[in-house]
């Protein structure tokens, strides 16, 4: 089983004609949530481990769990209300976020107090590693993880707008990788976090993949780097495609610990995940593909 921690929340995204005043459709979303979604599309064995709001859209989050075949075991529930998120989509498909945070149940997450026999993989990221007190749970909750044999993935995925101290943040965030397997990031958050996936090896993950939009994704071992370009679709926006890259490269290693893959296999595994993130740019929103829609990893 794979288990994704981390918060949903609503996106409510711009529909029609563009401008501050364009109508809001809301949708479901949240890194982790969408990595949930996405792992459970394609069939994979996995659980959302969060804490969702007993409001109209928390019953609407749940039910895009199961909708996807997303195990609700480790979803805690609050009478708190849900995240929202409203996206400016750029013209070519960006997505930027203003959050509305305060008081919301996602943050208000805890430590469970074991996660199911047969975990073999836990990712976690963006808002959820950002806002207290939840983020605190989750860390531990990685550290838990990585010290029970896990394989364990990081997005940091990271919103500047909700980090009034960046120095903090990053201290924090090179705190959190000797107890990653597998670093994710986008060039973006590369540039923003100040470091290198040279550096980055060194200190835990053993392997990182950078994504780099339509230029494609490149993965940085020890032993090796390998790239593999982006696939050209007409994008509509990118919301969700990076947490797509996540779920399909946990599903593609199917239990491989990292370090056990060669120039070959990393090839396969990141052009499985560009087709996973092309086939989501091409929609509106969080909407990860089937596995019908991709072939084999």
């Known amino acids: 089983?794979?288990?994704?921690?981390?918060e949903s929340l609503i996106d409510l995204v711009p529909e029609g004609a563009p401008g501050p005043l364009a109508p809001l459709l809301p949708r479901p979303g949240g890194g982790p949530y969408n990595?949930?979604?996405?792992?459970?599309?394609?069939?994979?064995?996995?659980?959302?481990?969060?804490?969702?709001?007993?409001?109209?859209?928390g019953e609407a989050l749940v039910g895009g769990l199961r909708a996807a075949g997303v195990a609700t075991d480790l979803v805690q529930r609050g009478p708190e209300p849900t995240t929202l998120a409203v996206a400016s989509v750029g013209p070519d498909g960006s997505a930027?976020?203003?959050f509305?945070?305060?008081?919301?149940?996602?943050?208000?997450f805890a430590l469970p107090e074991r996660l199911p026999e047969g975990v073999?993989?836990?990712?976690?990221?963006?808002?959820?590693?950002?806002?207290?007190?939840?983020?605190?749970?989750?860390?531990?909750?990685?550290?838990?993880?990585?010290?029970?044999?896990?394989?364990?993935?990081?997005?940091?995925?990271?919103?500047?707008g909700l980090l009034p101290d960046p120095v903090a943040y990053r201290e924090r965030f090179a705190g959190w990788l000797p107890y990653v397997s597998l670093l994710k990031l986008s060039e973006e958050d590369a540039a923003w976090l100040g470091g290198s996936p040279a550096a980055w090896l060194e200190r835990g993950p053993a392997a990182v993949v950078l994504t780099r939009g339509a230029g494609g994704l490149t993965v940085f071992t020890p032993g090796h780097e390998v790239s593999v370009p982006g696939l050209p679709v007409r994008v509509v926006d990118t919301i969700g495609a990076g947490d797509t890259v996540n779920a399909a490269l946990l599903h593609g290693l199917a239990g491989r610990p990292p370090a056990s893959l060669g120039p070959a296999d990393w090839r396969e595994l990141l052009s499985f995940a560009a087709r996973a993130a092309a086939v989501t740019c091409t929609r509106a929103g969080a909407e990860?593909?089937?596995?019908h829609e991709?072939?084999?990893a």
Not at 100 to 108: F, I, M, P, S
Not at 149 to 154: E, F, I, K, P, R
Request: with cysteine; aromatic share 8%.
């Open 35 to 57: 990595t949930a979604v996405a792992l459970g599309r394609m069939g994979a064995d996995v659980a959302f481990c969060s804490r969702i709001s007993t409001d109209a859209f």
């Open 288 to 291: 990860p593909p089937y596995a």
């Open 120 to 160: 073999r993989a836990v990712a976690f990221g963006t808002c959820s590693l950002a806002l207290e007190p939840g983020a605190s749970a989750y860390e531990a909750l990685l550290r838990r993880s990585a010290g029970e044999g896990a394989l364990t993935l990081l997005d940091p995925n990271v919103r500047p």
């Open 100 to 108: 509305y945070v305060e008081g919301t149940a996602d943050r208000l």
């Open 294 to 296: 991709l072939g084999d």
């Open 1 to 6: 089983m794979i288990v994704v921690a981390g």
């Open 96 to 98: 930027r976020y203003g």
